[in-house]
């Protein structure tokens, strides 16, 4: 009867407990010696584990996302060959047999440690390779390149290599958008196709994709003391946001005023009246009810552009911007034209605590079709806010001020609020979203038209 082998992780230098981010067999398939399994990632590398023997892979002990130090065991494999079947039985340790049956002549780890190495992808492409370098050979593309590299494992490099592509221009659908071997394949396919996908729709519209300089790599050390930070998952997933919603939408933001001061007044006294009710009503709930109205009007802001149709929505999602200390979210208001004022108030004060806390499920920020980004609370006179692609508008709302306006005979102080609002050019134009900001204004500035 066959026996098999177990695969274990081999000595990973000084890395103590290393994520697996990609399982590269599967159980029955035929592996040869020295063929990669696992990638495995440490903060400062990825790396290959091979086998150290061929055979039919039994059973995988691991997965994406389990974590792995010298030692794990990796796999159950069936030996090629008969007779074959023991595991190393030398002066190695029990969690040496993938290394003690690696080649003879294999050399010290510092050498030829059987993983091959690559610095991870987001850490800033001037750190030291360190401790990877020592136990491992950290491949030279990533450090002598001024350009960011891109997110891929050593044999999914080499598959790009095989086929002459650039990965700064392929998109990465993995984990960390990984480049896989399947968006490599798909990459091939549409540049055969004559469809060389659009460079900043990878997310990582970096300056080499878009044939511009590389970003400037300055040693900022050299110039005093500093500390570098990672940034946080929530800003790394906002920011390739961000930057694919900057580059790819022609942006025009059209700044206005409105007369708030009944409305300021309605809203204290609502909060007098409603003291007990523990519901604080913001201006934020008035803004996203006056927006549906006015989307209502205007309804190619309640639009998405798909290829060379415009999707008009029936309904009224409504997204507002909120700070967190991990980075901005934008958690959705779902049906705002079925909801009243004190119902939205609760339910954006619910949104906003549980997006500071962390806790917005990925459903509680999707759908929107407007976006409102209020800086109101913190200060600005106008700003321009980043539209939320597929969305075609955003409304950016400053802090509200005393304005000194002439009735005539005097100066009267009237409560302004400034309303800057972002539109998307290919499918709003200027007359409209000037429209579209006075209507606004108007409706702010008398609510009772809200109903109108
Ligand atoms: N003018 C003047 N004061 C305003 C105002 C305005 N336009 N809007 C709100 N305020 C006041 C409120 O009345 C409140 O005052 P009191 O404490 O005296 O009652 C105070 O500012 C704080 O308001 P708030 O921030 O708690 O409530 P909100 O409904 O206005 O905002 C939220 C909620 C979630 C939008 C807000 O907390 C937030 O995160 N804002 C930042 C959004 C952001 O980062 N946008 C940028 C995105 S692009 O980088």
Not at 123 to 151: E, I, L, N, W
Not at 160 to 177: C, F, I, Y
Not at 220 to 249: D, Y
């Amino acid at each position: 009867m066959s026996q098999t082998v177990e695969i274990k992780v081999p000595d990973i230098g000084d890395f103590d407990e290393v994520e697996v981010i990609e399982v590269l067999v599967a159980v029955g398939d035929t592996i040869e010696g020295e063929q990669s399994l696992i990638t495995v990632e440490s903060d400062k590398a990825s790396m290959e584990i091979p086998a150290s023997q061929g055979g039919v892979v039994k059973s995988l002990s691991v997965k994406v996302g389990d974590k792995v130090k010298q030692g794990s065991v990796l796999l159950q494999l069936e030996p090629a060959g008969e007779g074959e079947a023991k595991p190393a039985e030398d002066d190695k340790p029990a969690a040496a047999p993938a290394k003690a049956e690696a080649p003879a002549a294999q050399p010290a780890k510092a050498e030829a440690a059987p993983v091959k190495a690559e610095p991870a992808q987001d850490k800033p492409a001037t750190a030291p390779a360190g401790q990877a370098a020592r136990s491992a050979p950290v491949q030279a593309a990533a450090t002598d390149s001024a350009v960011p590299v891109p997110h891929a494992s050593p044999s999914v490099r080499k598959f790009a290599r095989e086929l002459g592509v650039d990965l700064h221009k392929v998109r990465g659908t993995g984990p960390k958008q990984r480049i896989t071997q399947d968006d490599v394949r798909g990459f091939v396919k549409q540049a055969l196709a004559g469809n060389a996908p659009a460079a900043a729709a990878s997310g990582s519209a970096d300056g080499a994709a878009l044939g511009l300089l590389p970003w400037p790599k300055v040693d900022f050390s050299k110039f005093g003391p500093i500390e570098t930070k990672a940034l946080s998952r929530i800003q790394k997933i906002s920011g390739a946001n961000l930057h694919r919603n900057w580059v790819m939408i022609p942006h025009v933001t059209n700044n206005d005023e409105a007369d708030i001061t009944s409305l300021e007044a309605l809203r204290v006294q609502l909060n007098r009246e409603n003291e007990k009710s523990g519901i604080k009503v913001t201006m934020l709930a008035f803004l996203i009810k006056a927006v549906v109205a006015t989307l209502k009007k205007f309804p190619q802001f309640n639009a998405s552009l798909d290829s060379d149709n415009l999707v008009f929505k029936q309904y009224f999602h409504i997204g507002f911007a909120a700070d967190t200390p991990n980075g901005l979210v934008v958690p959705v208001i779902r049906d705002a034209d079925k909801k009243g004022i004190l119902e939205i108030a609760e339910e954006t004060s619910a949104l906003a605590k549980k997006a500071r806390d962390g806790k917005l499920s990925p459903a509680e920020m999707q759908g929107g079709c407007f976006s409102i980004s209020s800086l109101g609370g913190i200060g600005g006179t106008h700003f321009t806010p980043i539209i939320n692609a597929p969305e075609v508008a955003i409304l950016g709302v400053s802090r509200s001020y005393q304005k000194p306006v002439w009735d005539g005979k005097a100066f009267v102080p009237q409560l302004t609020v400034p309303l800057s609002l972002s539109y998307d050019h290919r499918v709003i134009d200027g007359a409209a979203a000037a429209r579209f900001n006075a209507h606004l204004a108007g409706l702010l500035a008398d609510f009772r038209r809200v109903m109108l």
